[in-house]
């Protein structure tokens, strides 16, 4: 039986057996490149339009197809052995 545990700031707080730290790196050095873009624009008042959220959605419903598709066959592979 696997007994979890119900103090939710210890669940949040979990670092080992995540991937967080393969990532951490990246994420921060992506975080601190938003921002900066963020803050450059800003400050000179730059409109990209919504050419940006257009290629976000199309890229991730084409990683949430792929992911799906990816589910259905290990779903099938399972179910068929």
């Known amino acids: 039986m696997i007994l ?3 103090d939710w700031a ?4 979990t670092y080992s057996g ?4 393969h990532i951490r790196t990246k994420w921060i050095g992506f975080t601190i490149y938003s921002m900066v873009a963020y803050l450059v624009s800003f400050e000179r008042s730059s409109n990209f339009g ?3 959220r257009t290629i976000l959605f199309s ?3 084409f990683l949430l197809i792929f992911r ?5 066959a290990r779903y099938w592979l399972c179910r068929c052995t």
């Open 10 to 13: 210890q669940v949040i707080s």
């Open 68 to 72: 799906a598709n990816a589910a259905y």
């Open 4 to 6: 979890y545990s119900t």
């Open 18 to 21: 995540t991937v967080w730290p």
């Open 59 to 61: 890229t991730m419903s």
């Open 50 to 52: 919504s050419e940006g």
